[in-house]
């Protein structure tokens, strides 16, 4: 009877210490989920100089990390990495500047739009108060926003400038470079509220696109399924508008 107890306790004790064994080391194999942002790009995203990340983009994705349950990663990449580091799985998944297509693009998967991709006219001049007015006037652009083919509907290819970025653009107008710009009117609210610019607005905001979403390989799909969950839930429950009028004030 000793004997039996004994072995007993022993086989007890070896089950328990295989059972903690394999619960620690299913615990630390668990993958984080890579995301790639740029680390200055405000107000969707940058970083200090102690690394950590900040901006709307990253308040939308540590909420639907917080309810996912998950554990995100944040990792530099450049509009000119960004791709290759998506390809190559260096990063799961990543924020492009570029609405939606509105055909997939072959290779790639988008969640549901976090974020619409309206754009707004601006100008400094006085004889341009209409759409109308921008037809075949020099109008700046951002190179990767890719909206150079819908400028095409207000003028020719030869009055369309591409910069690299928004702060370019901006220094193209007040420079007389060009007589207007297209920017996506959340940017354009974000400069506003914050006293950056005061341009004039020329008509009402038009449509670019099918908004901004998360980009993955087909491989995430399960992955962008969960986030396109969390993007209902947090619209619904009225965090997504928090997040929003955060940066962006509080008109939706």
Not at 168 to 185: P, Q, T, W
Request: glycine letters at 6%; charged letters at 20%; hydrophobic letters at 40%.
């Amino acid at each position: 009877m000793d004997f039996g107890m004994n072995f007993r306790k022993r086989v007890t004790h070896l089950l328990l210490i295989l059972f903690l064994f394999t619960g620690n080391a299913s615990a630390d194999n668990k993958q984080s989920i890579m995301v790639g942002v740029s680390k200055f790009a405000p107000p969707f995203s940058a970083a200090d100089t102690s690394n950590h990340y900040f901006g709307f983009c990253i308040d939308i994705m540590n909420e639907i990390c917080k309810r996912l349950n998950e554990t995100c990663e944040y990792k530099a990449v450049t509009l000119q990495d960004q791709m290759d580091n998506l390809n190559s799985g260096n990063i799961d998944i990543t924020f492009p500047p570029y609405p939606i297509p509105n055909i997939g693009a072959q290779g790639y998967i988008y969640s549901l739009p976090y974020m619409t991709s309206n754009g707004q006219f601006l100008t400094t001049s006085s004889n341009i108060k209409t759409l109308a007015d921008i037809k075949n006037k020099r109008i700046g652009t951002v190179r990767e926003t890719h909206l150079k083919s819908m400028l095409l509907l207000y003028t020719s290819a030869d009055n369309i400038k591409e910069y690299p970025k928004v702060s370019s653009m901006i220094m193209a107008l007040l420079n007389d470079d060009v007589d207007a710009i297209i920017m996506n009117i959340n940017i354009f609210k974000y400069l506003t509220i914050n006293k950056v610019i005061d341009f004039k607005t020329v008509g009402n905001p038009v449509i670019l696109g099918n908004g901004y979403g998360i980009m993955a390989l087909p491989k995430n799909t399960d992955l962008i399924n969960k986030i396109n969950k969390v993007l209902l839930q947090i619209e619904n429950d009225g965090t997504y508008e928090t997040i929003y009028n955060k940066y962006f004030g509080s008109n939706l």
